[in-house]
């Protein structure tokens, strides 16, 4: 018993000083006119295990971060509607697949080319296609540019992310070598289970969540209304992590199947505070990764990489916003939004290295990459609008619309497109 009370007060300590670091991070971001979540990020490689070492209980604070960007995305579900989902269809469709199929095959054939294996570079071109989801929507919201045509852009082709890091995941066996007999049973494994969550969804949406809605607020408690909500936003979100999707695409299908109903707003204002609170746990948690010695034995490969990671992406993504009708400028905006490597990365690298495909120096290496490209996504998207408007004026690039490229979608004003 003294020994689980010492655990709780070492944690309870953890979660205080980073919370203070959050804190003071944020007010001198503010003071600063800095994005609050490179704040964050600094303050998690201020209190991790290479510098200060100010937070003993990595693990524990990594899974309540989780559960932050479990809130997040329960809260975008919320705000989206269907009649968003048939406006963003075509961006879901098209541009979520060149974005990702795009970059995973020019960063593929890079890796192969630096003398990873063919199997390695098709994976690791997978895991630096996706982008963050927490980062990049928590900036677009602070931003308020999530209603914008790029934004909305932006959204699509990480939903598509989402859901395209569990077929990522399920490959790494198969790349591996390992079951590779029994590749078109995980196929159809995988298959049968998003039926099924597709299948619950559907019934949740139409009967469940309605009749439990209105018989919690029946009571007029406010507290059972809130413990109702974050029952629903979990427990969806488990059931679809022991289907073998992630717990991500779960709590964005929970908000999304809670937005079409008259309690979709009373519910984002109970779920803010607690979103917010522990999405800052996240953003530190992510910066505690970064591993300062590793940085220091490879500083200019890391730095390179991390260049090429930049310039990479951004070209693909604004090359796949344009095909779907996205302006010249927003193109850009949504470029630079999706720059980084994604938190889903390392879960998806970790996934690699468990099953043989990848070694402890290629998970290092792209943790550092990711960790260093999500630092620097805050200053990419300040000088978005700028950048943008210059590209859109510029020749040969002036006057060059997305009717260019795609004449069945009309062009966003630009005006809209780079207003930040």
């Known amino acids: 018993m003294a020994a689980h009370g010492s655990d709780m007060t070492s944690l309870l300590l953890d979660i205080v000083v980073i919370f203070t670091m959050s804190a003071v991070a944020v007010v001198l971001c503010h003071r600063f006119s800095i994005p609050s979540s ?42 989206i509607s269907l009649a968003d989902v048939a406006r963003l269809s075509r ?15 020019l960063v593929g054939a890079i890796c192969m080319g630096l003398g990873l294996s063919p199997g390695q570079g098709v994976y690791v071109g997978f ?63 995988l298959l049968g289970r998003i039926a099924l969550v597709a299948l619950v969804a559907w019934l949740a949406w139409r009967w469940i969540v309605p009749w439990l809605l209105e018989r919690i607020t029946r009571t007029r408690s406010s507290e059972a209304f809130l413990l109702g909500v974050f029952s629903l936003c979990v427990g969806i979100a488990m059931m679809t992590q022991s289907l073998g999707l992630s717990l991500a695409l779960g709590a964005f299908l929970a ?4 937005s079409e109903s008259e309690y979709s707003h009373q519910a984002v204002a109970v779920m803010l505070p607690f979103r917010d609170v522990l999405m800052s746990l996240f953003f530190v948690s992510i910066g505690m990764l970064l ?6 034995a490879h500083p200019l490969s890391l730095l390179l990489l991390t260049l090429g990671v930049v310039l990479v992406k951004p070209l693909v993504a604004a090359g796949s916003a344009l095909v779907v009708g996205l302006p010249l400028g927003g193109s850009v905006l949504t470029g630079l939004a999706l720059a980084q490597v994604g938190e889903f990365s390392l ?36 000088c978005g609008p700028g950048l943008a408007a210059w590209v859109a004026t510029t020749p040969p690039c002036g006057g060059w619309s997305a009717a260019a490229w795609c004449r069945s979608a009309p062009a966003a004003p630009m005006a809209s497109a780079v207003t930040s």
Do not use: C
Request: charged fraction near 10%.
């Open 38 to 79: 490179i704040g964050l990020l600094l303050a998690g490689v201020l209190a991790g295990p290479d510098l200060f070492r100010l937070v003993q209980n990595v693990h524990e604070i990594e899974l309540l971060a989780e559960i932050g960007v479990v809130l997040l995305l329960f809260v975008i579900g919320l705000e």
């Open 347 to 382: 879960v998806a690298t970790k996934a690699g290295v468990s099953t043989g495909l990848l070694g402890p120096d290629i998970f290092q290496t792209v943790l550092d990459v990711a960790v260093l490209s999500m630092m620097l996504t805050p200053a990419l998207v300040a």
């Open 255 to 258: 908000g999304f199947i809670l």
């Open 291 to 296: 591993d300062i010695q590793f940085m220091l």
């Open 91 to 105: 961006h879901f469709l098209i541009g979520g697949s060149l974005q990702f199929f795009g970059t995973a095959a």
């Open 127 to 189: 895991v630096v296609a996706l982008s963050s989801t927490a980062i990049v929507l928590r900036m677009l919201q602070e931003r308020a540019e999530l209603e914008t045509p790029h934004g909305r852009t932006t959204l699509a082709i990480l939903i598509y992310q989402d859901v395209g890091v569990v077929p990522v995941m399920l490959i790494a066996p198969l790349l591996a070598g390992v079951g590779s007999a029994s590749g078109g049973g995980t196929i159809a494994a």
